[in-house]
Antibody, heavy 122, light 107 residues
Framework: EVQLVESGGVVVQPGGSLRLSCAASGFTFDDYTMHWVRQAPGKGLEWVSL????????YYADSVKGRFTISRDNSKNSLYLQMNSLRTEDTALYYCAKGRSGSNPFSAMDVWGKGTTVTVSS | VIWMTQSPSLLSASTGDRVTISCRMS??????LAWYQQKPGKAPELLIYAASTLQSGVPSRFSGSGSGTDFTLTISCLQSEDFATYYC?????????FGQGTKVEIK
């Protein structure tokens, strides 16, 4: 069974840092583009970041550019999101998602984890 | 940035109804559009990709159409399990963007 399990979400103060993890199983992880998508409480979905199959290319939403860093460790079937200079508006449920079309980054997201909650509050 | 206008934001319908949700882009995106369904407390699920291709396992009552700037999601015969929120999403250019969502509620 294809599965994504996020972890690392906690309550953190504004200006703080946090690293989210996503453990993948049931598919050949290093064949696929991966994403982070977030959803603030009661709000819609916001795409956050993408990383290519080999980690060589990364893209970010303007709202997190320069503060967040996406990375992956294909030997551990794991995806990460390093979050620095956190703001109250970063409070959200963070989902890890798998690209549908293998190494092609221009594809929909076909498998999602259940998410991990990040709360930025003093 | 490609802006997306999804409408309506709220749709009240009955079981058995045919419903349509619209998504309009601020610029052309060919067919690089996906539709997702999200139920309360759950992660989104992919319904349609490439504007009109049904994801494996998705019932055939769901269909998508359009290209360029105007897209539509149609549910031909609404079932009880279809009451949820639906989002369109473009993956033509970065940053990828989602529509604001359409909540389909029981009339």
């Amino acid at each position: 069974e294809v599965q994504l399990v996020e972890s690392g979400g906690v309550v953190v103060q504004p200006g703080g840092s946090l690293r989210l993890s996503c453990a993948a199983s049931g598919f050949t992880f290093d064949d696929y583009t991966m994403h982070w998508v977030r959803q603030a409480p009661g709000k819609g979905l916001e795409w956050v970041s993408l990383i290519s199959w080999d980690g060589g290319s990364t893209y970010y939403a303007d709202s997190v550019k320069g503060r967040f860093t996406i990375s992956r460790d294909n030997s551990k079937n794991s995806l990460y999101l390093q979050m620095n200079s956190l703001r109250t508006e970063d409070t959200a449920l963070y989902y890890c998602a798998k690209g549908r079309s293998g190494s092609n980054p221009f594809s929909a997201m076909d498998v999602w984890g259940k998410g991990t909650t990040v709360t930025v509050s003093s | 940035v490609i802006w997306m206008t999804q409408s309506p934001s709220l749709l009240s319908a009955s079981t058995g109804d045919r419903v349509t949700i619209s998504c309009r882009m601020s610029q052309g995106i060919s067919s690089y559009l996906a539709w997702y369904q999200q139920k309360p407390g759950k992660a989104p699920e992919l319904l349609i990709y490439a504007a009109s291709t049904l994801q494996s396992g998705v019932p055939s009552r769901f269909s998508g159409s359009g290209s360029g700037t105007d897209f539509t999601l149609t549910i031909s015969c609404l079932q009880s399990e279809d009451f949820a929120t639906y989002y369109c999403q473009q993956y033509y250019s970065f940053p990828w963007t989602f529509g604001q969502g359409t909540k389909v509620e029981i009339k």
